[in-house]
Each structure stands twice: as structure tokens, then as C-alpha cells.
């Protein structure tokens, strides 16, 4: 079993930044494709950021050149910086980690979640 909790979520006005961290325990493994995730109130959960595979990073158009994914293994935690932030980044986001390895969009992919955290931006 692996546990991922996120944090740093909160609320900030339009152009501010937040860092969430997504600190993992138990059956930790450095193969694990790990992502971020959101949820905006009436849509589906989004893929926002990961790593790959070969540990190249994606990121969707949307996010692209404001948020930042990165990761410290030897404190099994990962991150992402949120820059510029806009109003329809508002959503609960969330960390996941997925053993089989690749990344995917698909939720279905990921065995393990963390339970969220808010974040709102206000205009």
C-alpha cells in the first residue's frame, strides 16, 4: 500500500502562486509514475502534470509555462509550483501514483490517491 497526502492548497487572488507537496508513504518505489490531477466542480478529474516513463515531464496546454512539477526522492515527495494563477484553476487537486509505469490521462491507470486538496483562485 502507498500513502499520498497533498498540501498547500488554500486561496490566493489571480496572478499568485501556491506549491503543493504530495508527501508518499508505505510501498514507496522510484519506478512509480507519480501526477497531479484536478477536479473542477461539475467536470471531470484532469490530468494536469507528470513524469514520464524516461522522467521528461508533461504538462497540459493549459498549464503550460505556469506550473511546475518536480520531485525529491529522498524525501519520497513531490510538488508543483503554480505560478500565474487563474480563476479556472480553481479545482481540488490531486496526487497519484500509478506501478505499472507510463503515463496516462485515464484515471482508471492510477492505483493510488491522495485525498485532495483545494485550491481557489479569486478574481
Known amino acids: 500500500q502507498v500513502q499520498l497526502v497533498e498540501s498547500g492548497g488554500g486561496l490566493v487572488q489571480t496572478g499568485g502562486s501556491l506549491r503543493l507537496s504530495c508527501a508518499a508513504s508505505?510501498?514507496?518505489?522510484?519506478?512509480?509514475?507519480m501526477a497531479w490531477f484536478r477536479q473542477a466542480p461539475g467536470k471531470e478529474r484532469e490530468l494536469v502534470a507528470g513524469f514520464r516513463s524516461d522522467d521528461t515531464t508533461y504538462y497540459a496546454e493549459s498549464v503550460k509555462g505556469r506550473f511546475t512539477i518536480s520531485r525529491d526522492r529522498t524525501k519520497n515527495t513531490l510538488y508543483l509550483q503554480m505560478n500565474s494563477l487563474k480563476p479556472e484553476d480553481t479545482a481540488v487537486y490531486y496526487c497519484?501514483?500509478?506501478?505499472?509505469?507510463?503515463?496516462?490521462?485515464?484515471?482508471?491507470?492510477?492505483?493510488?490517491w491522495g485525498q485532495g486538496t483545494q485550491v481557489t483562485v479569486s478574481s
Open positions: 508505505g510501498r514507496t518505489s522510484s519506478t512509480y509514475t
Open positions: 497519484a501514483a500509478r506501478t505499472s509505469g507510463g503515463l496516462y490521462s485515464s484515471t482508471s491507470k492510477y492505483d493510488y
